[in-house]
DNA sequence: TAATATTTTGTAAACGATTACATATTTTAT
DNA sequence: ATAAAATATGTAATCGTTTACAAAATATTA
């Protein structure tokens, strides 16, 4: 494996000038940089970026943290921000937390010990504490879970006003008895979405009522056809759900489906994220879109720019109600 | 941010004697390795990557290729890579080709490079010529695709019996006109299963029907549904339907489900892959799950092997048929 | 105790690039 | 043709580790 020396011996210059040619630096004559560059196609001569990246102290790594790549709401943010990344030269390192300290732990040192040049953090269940004592020293940008008070910037939507819409539009269809289907308030974005909620209800002189309301313990997709379960089960039942997210939202249609209901007849769905799934199913979800790809686009070149010593701002980003078939 | 030098002077040792503590090697006694932990915590020392890996020449890194981290066929494959990654000091750096040569170019060259140390593709339509070429320099497996003549090792299934077992799954059902629900045959797995499907036809004396067999040009969802359509449109309809991808068999569901048809009375379906999404689906999907996560697993315990220099053998893991609701 | 064997530590050279700074070369002005 | 300015190249230090090898400290043996 050729090395800076053997290209800089066989091409009759030094290592500095090969250097040069690899940076195409200005100073280089056109008679040395040809020079140069045949000897390196012919030595099929690739500089190496260990010793490159020592000597600049940078990895080009951007550490992306994740809870789980399985989970679909991720995939369009993922490529924004891998898109971006190689545009400018970084590759990501994809992690997934598995909300697990241990690992989160362990990511964590990665960025300490320069394997990465920087964090997106996209994990709700990331140790906060921790979290902002790291922002301190290394560059961290918060993708769609963020926190307020932080010195972090973040990329995000209105999960507020996106909620309020989503439950306006059922409003708007003659729901009166609209149910919702959110996860633990630990998480931000739940509490925001379910004040959305209540907004939408009150705005139109409808009752809030505690019982419609189901905290399901987790976001899984198991989650959403027990709480479709139990919303069945009530005595006065709901004629229209809106789920915090597409998963919750796919849980509770199977949910309805199985129980013998058609959607939206008797209950009428709104889901949140536009995951691809979202129009797989049979109806397909009406839900929120986010704009995922430039929500990951966005935090990459953030994280970028901070990396580089400037200055960045955080961005509230617009969200879209997809109409479809499920209301 | 302290290096090994300030650690060493505060400690009063040699660097080496602080790279040694770092490694622990034996030979460093008790006392010393207490004074020189305790400096390290002081400082808060992190050793850098970027130093050692020049040093030792290595990474760290694993590129996985693959077409795109959207398609639910990899998640848990990526999972498994990515535990037995890291429970051996090695990272992940995604990849998502997206079919694209100019992308897998600039990975390919991030292994040419040492930015990686080895590669785990899983892109069939990586350019092979070049992947063969590449492989005599480089570490590099091949998981889920493979090619048969290549020296490369691979971790796969037998599609050829896994088809036939689906194949055969329908005919016990009763079910004499079948479908074949397929991508494009440049891909080794497509052709793999035509033949199992095939022959499971052949040994129950029922005739391999041209018409019957639906090629997508790609493996979207709605080529599942425009391939449905099609097929939903001959004269004599088929009854059953087998899905060479689990994307295939739900497009070809809500086909059905759309044309106020039921799904298994009117017509049943097979899909492949036992993606998480096919059991949201209404009904459930039948599938053939392959051991996703095992497979990502053995694929990196080889790759970390070929990358130490053993020698290490393909392997073809065993499948399953999950029966659902769909059959 | 002295000589030897063993264990622990230190010195200094890698690894492979980038980049101030110094020097050599070419161009321009006189 | 010569001096000055501008451009091109080279020298050598540097990034932060690891690790042969040398040296020092300690343990073992006679």
């Given amino acids: 494996m050729a090395n800076i020396q053997d ?14 040619v690899l940076n195409n630096h200005s100073s280089v004559t056109e008679k040395t940089r ?14 190496s970026m260990l010793g490159r990246n020592l000597r600049t102290s940078e990895s080009k790594l951007l550490l992306v943290l994740l809870p789980s790549v399985s989970n679909p709401y991720y995939t369009e943010i993922i490529n924004g921000i891998e898109e ?43 140790n906060k504490e921790r979290l902002f004592e790291l922002a301190k020293t290394y560059p961290i940008v918060q993708c769609s879970e963020y926190d307020k ?6 990329v995000t939507i209105n999960s507020e006003l996106a909620a309020y819409h989503a439950v306006k539009h059922l409003i708007k269809l003659g729901h009166k008895k609209i149910a919702l289907l959110t996860s633990d308030e ?9 004040l959305g909620y209540e907004r939408a209800l009150r705005e139109f002189d409808i009752e809030v009522n505690k019982q419609r309301i189901y905290y399901a313990g987790n976001i899984g997709f198991e989650n959403g056809q027990q709480g479709m379960r139990s919303l069945l089960e009530l005595d006065d039942r ?18 309805i489906n199985s ?8 209950i009428a769905i709104v889901g949140f994220d536009k995951i691809s799934f979202s129009n797989m199913t049979y109806p397909t979800l009406t839900t929120i879109a986010q704009p995922m790809y430039r929500m990951g686009s966005m935090s990459a070149t953030m994280l970028i720019n901070k990396i580089q010593g400037k200055h960045v701002e955080s961005i509230v980003m617009d969200h879209e109600l997809v109409i479809r078939e499920s209301t």
Same sequence: chains 1, 2.
Avoid at 93 to 107: G, M, Q
């Fill in 7 to 20: 290209v800089a011996k066989k091409a009759g210059v030094s290592v500095a000038t090969v250097s040069r």
């Fill in 34 to 47: 040809i020079k140069v560059e045949k000897v390196i196609s012919e030595l099929s001569y690739e500089p």
């Fill in 84 to 126: 971006t990344a190689i545009r400018n030269g970084y590759n990501i390192l994809l992690c997934e937390t598995d909300s697990n300290p241990e690992r989160e732990s362990r990511y964590f040192s990665l960025v300490k010990n320069r394997m990465a040049d920087g964090i997106i953090s996209m994990d709700p269940a990331v």
């Fill in 149 to 154: 008070g932080a010195d972090i910037p973040f």
């Fill in 186 to 194: 630990q998480f931000l974005y739940a509490r925001e979405r379910r």
């Fill in 238 to 255: 709901p004629t229209a759900v809106f789920a915090v997210s597409d998963i919750l939202a796919i849980g509770a249609l199977k949910e």
């Fill in 259 to 266: 129980n013998g209901l058609r959607v939206p007849n008797d």
